[in-house]
């Protein structure tokens, strides 16, 4: 089961892009925003195609004379806008369990290179490696402003 270990407040404050889809106007932009955030192409691809019938049914209202074509199209804008608000609760879970571990493995990362860093130059309070100290770094000590 996917559960994430941040708190409540967490989870509501990176769950905003549920809102969009209840305007129906910009609920394919919350699609293409967790797709991005997440790096997930096939978020990304369902909020391009929520776009269609938005772009269509503009278009259609703007250029097309025939009431027909104009109904079909915002008929097809109002059921994807309706799809999309239950896609968006369906994904809600997967999305904040994915921003966690992609968090993590950010902070991970940055870890990584602290410690390969300070390891290179001999700054930490132990050498993480067999290679020897770079010439350029000073082996008096700690630096200290001299008046």
Do not use: C
């Amino acid at each position: 089961m996917n559960k994430t270990r941040k708190g409540l407040l967490w989870k509501l404050r990176h769950s905003w892009w549920i809102l969009l889809t209840f305007t129906f106007i910009l609920n394919w932009v919350a699609f293409i925003y967790i797709g991005m955030k997440v790096k997930n192409k096939s978020w990304t691809k369902y909020g391009l195609i929520y776009a269609i019938p938005f772009f269509l049914s503009l278009i259609s209202d703007s250029f097309i004379e025939n009431k027909s074509v104009n109904t079909l199209w915002g008929g097809a804008f109002l059921v994807s806008g309706v799809i999309s608000i239950s896609h968006a609760f369906k994904i809600r879970k997967e999305f904040l369990t994915r921003l966690e571990a992609s968090e993590l493995a950010k902070k991970y990362a940055d870890t990584m290179l602290i410690d390969q860093i300070e390891s290179e130059y001999g700054l930490g309070s132990e050498i993480h490696s067999d290679r020897a100290v770079p010439a350029t770094v000073s082996d008096r000590g700690p630096l200290t402003r001299q008046s």
